[in-house]
């Protein structure tokens, strides 16, 4: 169990995903519409790199042959075999209560940071970092 | 001393099993059995220029002309059928699948396939059905000709003997198509099942009889019978015909069935990675076979060692999808008294009879 400061809040941009290696696990961050996600980067079907996969929306249908789109950007689609899983609970599309990917909790917090630039009087600056907590 | 003889336990009397055979080829003898069923300009036609519907006999088939070799009465077709199958055999009801008008969904006049369909299904209820009370019928269609074989539904579905319609393997699209909605549509409104008989591939319009091209011999077609249905599946789940009609049951006649277990899985797996594609497939491909999809037995499998048969019946849940069926009068019959006789007597109960009345929504016992 522990608090990694991963980077600036503003270096991982809406709809980017930025994968980290943290307690020998890799893990996927994900940046959704300014709200950040944690996946396990390890699909449960085959074990393929899970947040390398396409991010996309859900596809569903209110009748046959119909087709929409929604939740745009908050579905990883594995790169291996295309399975699909909720970026935001880790729950799969097909069987979302027995097969889920591991999530992690992800804050934002503000930290003063010396800025190194300023050689004569010290000064801080508070800037905000994304935080993850395994 | 008094002795009383136990009864003798080891011999088990086995109770009459109650048969449906989902599978009995009837037909007529020559097109002019059809003249006084046709519109006199399809009647004119068929005299002036034989008959003259596609059909997939340019293979030597089995047999003599397809036939068991020993079948009694070549010239009498229904009375053979009776006696040798009907009451050889201990068949409580005989599903007749036609196959003289599976090439009349290939010929490229649309208008004459369907008079074909039309007459052979009056001649059927005429010459078959009044003549022995154990036949049903699976109704020939024209399946090019969706919205006129909708209005023949209407018209005999209602028949008590008509359970289902038939439909060749060979089409121009596969049957999971909105083309062929209204059909499902009178199926459903008038309680029929959909069956599905290898016949028609690559003959007429119809596409080529497999994506490889044309096989030289009647063996090789025999092979891509599964092939022809795994397409009809596949588009039957895919293009969401269960999700619009959900008291579609439709029935893979002669084509075995060993094949299944190895291809729902299959669909299963693809769905998953491919879902988002089709997203009005809703459950596992494999929901909706147990629910929708039967095949029949016929021609049955034999695998190196028999006790096998029971392993593959139960991956594919075969105490609800697997119908039997004779495939009479072929070569190739299964003889309900030779086939299955391993498996467990609950089993066999399901798969000879009791199966096939909850597959066909109009199908009642008799008595």
């Known amino acids: ?134 | 001393m008094e002795v009383t003889r136990a009864p003798d336990s080891r011999k088990r009397v086995r109770e009459k099993l109650f048969i449906v055979d989902t599978d009995v080829h009837h037909g007529f003898e020559s097109w002019s059995d059809l003249y006084p069923y046709l519109p006199q300009v399809y009647a004119e036609r068929l005299r002036e220029h034989g008959g003259s519907g596609p059909s997939s006999q340019y293979w030597h088939n089995g047999g003599m002309r397809g036939r068991r070799a020993d079948f009694l009465n070549a010239d009498d077709l229904l009375e053979s059928t009776r006696r040798q199958l009907l009451d050889d055999c201990e068949i409580d009801i005989a599903v007749l699948t036609g196959s003289s008008a599976y090439g009349a969904c290939g010929i490229p006049d649309a208008d004459f396939g369907s008079a074909i369909c039309r007459a052979f299904n009056d001649y059927t209820l005429e010459h078959w059905v009044a003549r022995d009370e154990r036949f049903r019928v699976a109704m020939a269609i024209n399946t090019q000709d969706p919205l006129g074989m909708a209005k023949e539904i209407d018209r005999i579905g209602s028949h008590p003997a008509v359970i289902a319609i038939i439909m060749p393997g060979g089409a121009t699209k596969p049957y999971g198509n909105r083309v062929y909605d209204p059909i499902y549509e009178a199926c459903e409104r008038n309680r029929l099942a959909v069956m599905i008989h290898f016949n028609g591939e690559g003959v007429g319009i119809n596409g080529p009889p497999t994506a490889a091209g044309w096989p030289s011999h009647y063996v090789e077609g025999r092979m891509m019978r599964a092939p022809v249905y795994m397409a009809h599946m596949a588009s039957f789940i895919f293009e969401g015909a269960f999700e619009k009609f959900p008291g579609l049951r439709v029935v893979n006649v002669e084509a075995g069935f060993a094949w299944m277990p190895w291809y729902v899985w299959r669909m299963d797996s693809d769905w998953k990675s491919l879902r988002y594609q089709a997203p009005w497939v809703k459950r596992p491909p494999s929901e909706y076979v147990k629910e929708h999809v039967r095949v029949n037995t016929q021609p049955i499998d034999e695998p190196e060692n028999e006790r096998d048969l029971e392993q593959i019946i139960e991956w594919m849940h075969g105490d609800q999808t697997l119908l039997f069926g004779s495939d009479f009068p072929h070569f190739d019959f299964d003889d309900p008294r030779k086939t299955l006789t391993r498996l467990p007597d609950r089993l066999r109960r399901r798969i000879f009879g009791e199966s096939a009345l909850e597959t066909f929504p109009k199908l009642q016992p008799p008595g």
């Not at chain 1, 400061?5 to 994900?30: M, N, T, Y």
């Not at chain 1, 996600?37 to 859900?58: D, M, V, W």
Request: proline content about 7%; some cysteine; charged content about 25%.
């Open chain 1, 1 to 134: 169990m522990g608090r990694h400061v991963i980077c600036r809040a503003d270096e991982l941009q809406p709809g980017a995903v930025r994968i980290i290696e943290a307690e020998k696990r890799s893990i996927g961050i994900f940046n959704i519409r300014g709200d950040f996600y944690a996946l396990r980067n390890t699909c449960p079907h085959k074990g393929a790199p899970l947040c390398r996969g396409i991010i996309t929306g859900l596809a569903v249908s209110d009748e046959p042959l119909q087709l929409r789109i929604t939740r745009d950007g908050e579905i990883v689609r594995c790169p291996w075999h295309g399975w699909e899983f909720d970026i935001l609970s880790g729950r799969s599309v097909y069987n979302p209560h027995r097969m889920r990917v591991k999530t992690y909790d992800v804050a934002v917090e503000p930290m003063a940071e010396e800025d190194p630039s300023v050689e004569t009087y010290p000064v801080q600056v508070e800037e905000d970092y994304i935080v993850l907590y395994i």
